[in-house]
């Protein structure tokens, strides 16, 4: 893709030979199963049957696979015997688009006049007739056409993620003859890694995707001479053909049949002291004790932050059989290439560690998972757990490509559950809670750019369906700009006026962390300024007076209503980053004024009759209903204008919601909860929640499990953990907020806190012992412990030690 390698041969001390982070089995994957687009399409997931029961779907794949990936390319290893699979992804390969069969015209022709709907659902709420709202709202704030358009033959409008296809290699070895199998990903180096002993002979496979490079590495070293086949297949979406390239080496040029998207996949095979020969397809090795495989791979897509709407071609950018054949020209040698590779990723990974003191197990991770899920204490899984998020946000969110989307970047079949989109309702955004606060900042720059490609089709969708200015998107998105809401009817997930907003305060994070101006000034703010726009058109004045967002809904939950709380929630929160962003710019005096006296009469947060934080503008909760989404507290988590400091009685409505909804849940909502338990400062039931994400929610590989695998629990599940040892976002810094009594000795070195400060925190007898702050910016900084707190002036590039 549009990944642009700087490549340069960097010698590094190499990764130490026991990684302490390894997820890892002892027993193999079948090499019989189908490639999944030989059997039944996956049909779509009604959020209740787990997939596996119904659909074409790989349990191994899903629960046991070992995930690689740079951001653009990933790869699942299966670690099969007699055929290994490497199943493939690149991030931009979708269906949809203004590439359809109908052209742009059909793509971008879904939006509706809805804000002409408006005032009449106003009417029937004020008189309570809420079927009559929803049946007005649902059929007039839709898309005017289907996303999928599964009945004809023009193909998906909106498209979906889809496979990249698989390369398999066949080796001819007995799977039943083996012995000392052991597969496993070590997340401290970014290596997946396959051995086993076949007759007395060793096998080893090393695996690893190079950022960098852009390439994926695959090197086959046996004890004797192998005869291998290597092959890929791409997916029955996509037709295309391998040519030989070179000698050793053959490319695959193919598109997607629905709209045309092309791709290339370019292999090149290096046999120590055997021979190479293209037969059938495939590159056919023999008599090599050590075969490296570099596999690399590119779309043709290209991101369009002002698309042309007649252009079918909006999206298409790049020569993916130029781009490929360039990365492949530049690849370094296995050595060269694996150490800058490693380097690479712990110039990332390195800068966060955590030690729980307490036990660990080091067993294959299907049963250690097991142990865990009968009481048995293991807080090296817990770790390893936590540095796991952080693993798959380096693999699959780096700059030059798309954010993670629903699976990261690892999906195994031509279709997938919820497309594999961009959910705007909880899940991109979870994906994105431990980027700042646990390092990673770099990782963040996909979801800005993504967030950049919506803005121009979303001013369309804000004047639309609100007669607004600004901008404003919907439930999902695709890669095409895609900003309107579906045509389903049901208002409680298709009518989410707040989806952009929601984006855009990630943009005021950003700069929160790291003070980077020139980035508040020429990407936040313009964006932040246009949903705070966005909230003034759309938000609606009671006759009592207040500001409400009338209608809305609360995401996934019931029906529309005069104001939510969650819709409310998100409306605070970006007219205060619109406020402290222009302050800070020091422009739109008028505006701030404008938004201050907003902020002042809107809707204000309410306590219901069990003592619950309203989820809706009348005292309708159900203290029974377990629902999975908890948006109601979003001003407790992520948002900040809910806390057990500066609003305690609202904090505690929240724990009776929390309460209320019980722990056990989908994975992604364990993981809100979680964070939003540690927001409470009750770090002992944030930890039951980690327990039970861990226990209930996850995989044998540690994907998280809505069911099916979704990544966004995992992404939950490490941010929850950085909650419960810092926060910041109550204007400290708060050391040890959450700290659970499981936990009662530690340390946690690197993590960032609001106002571009680094801290480093031990602690023992569950208490702490001394934090370090490192000031990025050279601002004054409050620490706080407990009830305490203390206040001193930094100086960038040094650090203070505070003890309490
Ligand atoms: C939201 C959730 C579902 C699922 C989907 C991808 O709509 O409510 O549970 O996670 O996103």
């Not at 007649?310 to 370094?332: C, I, Q």
């Not at 700059?399 to 699976?407: C, D, Y």
């Not at 409470?680 to 996850?698: E, F, I, K, P, S």
Request: aromatic content about 10%; hydrophobic content about 35%; proline content about 5%.
């Amino acid at each position: 893709m549009k990944h642009i390698s700087t490549f340069a041969a960097l010698l590094l001390a190499f990764a130490p030979a026991h990684a302490q982070n390894t997820i890892w089995f002892d027993e193999p994957c079948s090499s019989y199963r189908p490639v999944p687009w030989t059997r039944a399409k996956a049909p779509n997931y009604d959020g209740k049957t787990v997939a596996s029961e119904s659909m074409d779907f790989n349990d191994e794949w899903e629960y046991r696979s070992l995930p690689i990936g740079n951001g653009s390319i990933g790869a699942n290893v299966m670690g099969s015997i007699a055929t290994e699979r490497l199943t493939l992804n690149e991030k931009t390969l979708w269906l949809g688009g203004p590439g359809i069969k109908g052209g742009p015209e059909r793509y971008w022709n879904v939006n509706k006049e809805g804000w002409k709907a408006l005032e009449s659902v106003r009417e029937a709420l004020a008189k309570g007739d809420i079927e009559k709202a929803d049946d007005i709202l649902g059929s007039n704030c839709n898309a005017a056409a289907d996303k999928d358009d599964v009945d004809d033959s023009y193909g998906s409008r909106f498209g979906h993620y889809t496979t990249l296809g698989e390369l398999s290699v066949v080796t001819g070895l007995d799977e039943n003859a083996i012995s000392e199998y052991v597969r496993r990903l070590d997340i401290d180096n970014s290596i997946a890694t396959v051995s086993f002993k076949s007759e007395g002979v060793s096998y080893e496979r090393t695996y690893f995707a190079s950022y960098p490079a852009n390439m994926i590495a695959a090197r086959f070293k046996a004890g004797k001479k192998q005869d291998l086949t290597i092959a890929y297949s791409c997916s029955d979406l996509a037709e295309g053909e391998t040519v030989r390239t070179s000698d050793n080496a053959v490319c695959f040029r193919g598109h997607l049949k629905e709209n045309g998207e092309e791709f290339a996949v370019r292999l090149k095979v290096k046999a120590r002291g055997g021979k190479v020969i293209f037969e059938d397809g495939s590159l056919k090795v023999t008599g090599s004790k050590c075969v490296d495989i570099y596999l690399t791979a590119d779309t043709d897509y290209k991101i369009n932050y002002d698309p042309d709407k007649t252009d079918p071609k909006a999206y298409v950018g790049v020569d993916p059989s130029e781009t490929t054949a360039s990365w492949m020209a530049s690849a370094l040698r296995w050595k060269k290439l694996l150490k800058a590779h490693v380097k690479d990723y712990r110039s990332l990974y390195d800068r966060v560690s955590l030690k729980l003191e307490g036990p660990s197990n080091d067993i294959p991770t299907d049963e250690r998972l097991a142990a865990y899920r009968n009481g048995t204490p293991d807080q090296g899984l817990e770790e390893l757990y936590f540095q796991f998020g952080r693993y798959l946000l380096i693999s699959s969110s780096r700059p030059g490509n798309m954010p993670a989307n629903l699976q990261g970047i690892w999906l195994q079949t031509p279709s997938a559950p919820w497309g594999s989109d961009y959910h705007n309702n909880i899940n991109i955004q979870m994906n994105y809670w431990p980027a700042l606060m646990d390092n990673l900042a770099e990782c963040t720059e996909p979801l800005t750019d993504y967030i950049k490609m919506l803005h121009k089709p979303g001013m369309e969708t804000a004047r639309a369906y609100w007669n607004a200015r600004g901008w404003a998107a919907s439930i999902s998105t695709n890669i095409y700009g895609y900003a309107a809401p579906q045509n389903g009817e049901n208002v409680c997930w298709n009518y989410n006026p707040v989806a952009a907003s929601w984006l855009a305060t990630h943009l005021w994070d950003y700069y929160d962390y790291t003070r980077d101006l020139s980035f508040l000034k020429d990407t936040a703010y313009p964006l932040i300024k246009e949903c705070a726009e966005f909230c003034e058109d759309y938000l609606w004045k009671s006759p009592e007076g207040f500001l409400m967002a009338n209608p809305s809904s609360s995401p996934e939950h019931g029906h529309a209503d005069e104001g939510t709380t969650f819709t409310h929630a998100v409306v605070r929160e970006i007219l205060l980053d619109a406020i402290a962003a222009a302050e800070t710019l020091d422009v739109d005096g008028e505006s701030r004024g404008t938004w201050k006296s907003m902020l002042d009469g809107l809707y204000p947060y309410k306590i219901g009759r069990y003592g619950q934080l309203l989820e809706w503008s009348k005292d309708i909760d159900n203290p029974d209903d377990h629902h999975r989404h908890v948006n109601h507290l979003f001003g407790l988590h992520p948002g900040r204008t809910i806390s057990p400091v500066t609003t305690p009685e609202l904090a505690e409505a929240c724990k009776v919601v929390l309460e209320h909804r019980g722990d056990e849940s989908t994975g992604w909502s364990m993981g809100w909860k979680l964070n939003q338990w540690a927001r409470l400062h009750d770090g002992d039931h944030a930890y039951v929640l980690y327990q039970t994400l861990l226990r209930q929610g996850t995989a044998d590989n540690l994907w998280d499990i809505h069911p099916p695998f979704q990544i966004d629990g995992n992404f939950g599940g490490t941010a929850g953990v950085t909650e419960m040892l810092l926060q910041s976002q109550d204007g400290d810094i708060n050391l040890l907020p959450s700290l659970p009594a499981a936990w009662p000795e530690g340390s946690v070195k690197g993590l960032r806190a609001r106002g571009n400060f680094t801290v480093d925190i031990d602690w023992k007898d569950g208490r702490l012992t001394s934090a370090t702050v490192t000031s990025g910016s050279g601002l004054p900084c409050t620490v706080r412990y407990g009830g305490e707190t203390r206040t001193f002036d930094t100086v960038a590039g040094k650090s203070v030690t505070v003890t309490f």
